[in-house]
């Protein structure tokens, strides 16, 4: 993700939009962050928390993990800082189904595109363990469908709070089936750019090419819940 924006110049000149991480992880929060923000381009905190009631990854995610060595890093107090070895824990509040839930500290792409267009004095991003056990355990097979709409059961919710001085606004995606979030926010944003709703080109994350709100009311019921 980090290199794909640094190629900005380069997608300009060609006269092409690039958009890395327009996913579950990345493009969604990055487009609840925005939307919160409502314009704004600064922020005192933005903090993403994101609970799964499990993960039973695909092949592709399992080679991502093992392809993808980066440091994971975080802003804070309005410096970069590479996430230590434990990693932070604490417990986080998220709407049903889920309540409290332990979290830890795992920055995913999500942290890298938003900061790129925001100025975040303090970006974190959290991720409850149930997840992360079934990710860690090998033998996790990959999802299976749960009903004829092709998802799986697995429960999640990205719950976003972007503070501006002593004001605080929320954005909260909920609903089922990571991966089958991925592919209407894929369809959506390439259907903007055909049609002309993206804000200009180059390499660009989906805070900066779209309208956020209209962007996520668009997709909201059919995919997810916001």
Request: aromatic content about 6%.
């Amino acid at each position: 993700v980090t290199d794909t924006l640094a190629r900005d110049g380069e997608a300009k000149a060609a006269g092409v939009t690039v958009l890395p991480a327009m996913a579950f992880y990345g493009g969604l929060a990055d487009l609840l962050a925005s939307a919160a923000l409502d314009g704004a381009t600064e922020a005192d905190a933005v903090d993403i928390a994101v609970a799964l009631d499990g993960w039973h990854p695909t092949r592709g995610t399992r080679l991502t993990g093992d392809r993808n060595h980066y440091p994971r890093t975080y802003i804070e107090h309005g410096r970069t800082c590479t996430v230590p070895d434990p990693a932070p824990v604490r417990e986080t509040d998220f709407p049903a189904p889920f309540g409290t839930q332990e979290t830890v500290l795992l920055p995913l792409s999500e942290t890298v595109v938003l900061s790129h267009h925001v100025a975040c004095r303090n970006l974190h991003s959290w991720m409850n363990l149930a997840p992360l056990r079934d990710l860690r355990d090998p033998a996790t097979p990959a999802p299976t469908a749960a009903d004829d709409s092709g998802r799986s059961a697995q429960r999640f919710v990205v719950d976003v709070r972007v503070r501006r001085g002593d004001r605080v606004d929320r954005a909260v995606a909920s609903g089922r089936d990571i991966y089958a979030v991925t592919a209407p926010l894929l369809v959506e944003a390439l259907q903007r750019i055909l049609d002309g709703r993206v804000h200009g080109n180059g390499s660009l994350t989906a805070g900066q090419a779209f309208d956020a709100r209209d962007f996520l009311d668009a997709l909201a019921d059919a995919a997810f819940t916001v």
